[in-house]
C-alpha cells in the first residue's frame, strides 16, 4: 500500500529495537587482532553491532569463509606468542606442559594453534615473560 512502510527488522543480538538496514556493503570481520574487509556484503545490517542477516548464499559464504581464516590466522599468531615466551623462559614443551598442567602435549597443541590455553596459563605466562626471575620460585611451588 502507498504510504506504509516496510515491516522493520530488528536486531536480534542487539535486542533493544536497533533497526537493521537492508542494504550491500563492504564488512570487516574481526577475530583477535586479525581483521579482513569482506566487500559487498548483501543482507540487513546493524548500525549499531554490525550484525548481519544474510539475504543470498553468496554473501553468507564469503563472510564465512573470512571468519574461518581470520580465525585460523589469530590463532597462529597466539600459538607463535605462546612459543616465543616459552622458549624466553628456556622451558621444553614437556616442561611448560608439566609445570602450567595441562599434560606433557598441551603446549604443542597450543604452539600449532590446535588449542587455546586456560586464560590462567596465559597470565601465568605472560607474567613470568615479563618477570623470569620469578620462574624458579614457581617452579618450587609446583
Ligand atoms: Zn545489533
Redesign the pocket.
Known amino acids: 500500500m502507498v504510504g506504509q512502510s516496510r515491516t522493520p527488522h530488528y ?1 536480534l ?2 535486542d533493544d529495537g ?1 533497526v537493521m538496514e537492508l542494504g550491500v556493503k563492504d564488512v570487516t570481520i574481526v577475530a583477535k587482532h586479525v581483521t579482513r574487509v569482506v566487500k559487498d556484503i548483501a543482507g540487513w545490517h ?1 548500525p ?4 548481519i542477516e544474510f539475504i543470498d548464499h553468496d554473501s553468507s559464504e564469503r563472510a564465512g569463509r573470512a571468519l574461518e581464516d581470520a580465525w585460523i590466522e589469530a590463532r597462529a599468531g597466539e600459538g607463535r606468542d605462546i612459543r616465543s615466551q616459552r622458549k624466553r623462559l628456556k622451558l621444553t614443551q614437556v616442561e611448560a606442559g608439566q609445570l602450567f598442567g595441562g599434560g606433557a602435549n598441551a603446549f604443542s597443541r597450543y604452539e600449532k594453534g590446535k588449542a587455546h590455553p586456560p586464560k590462567s596459563t596465559a597470565l601465568l605466562l605472560e607474567l613470568l615473560t615479563r618477570h623470569p626471575d620469578l620462574l624458579r620460585e614457581v617452579q618450587s611451588i609446583a
Open positions: 536486531c543480538a542487539c536497533t546493524c549499531k553491532c554490525g550484525e
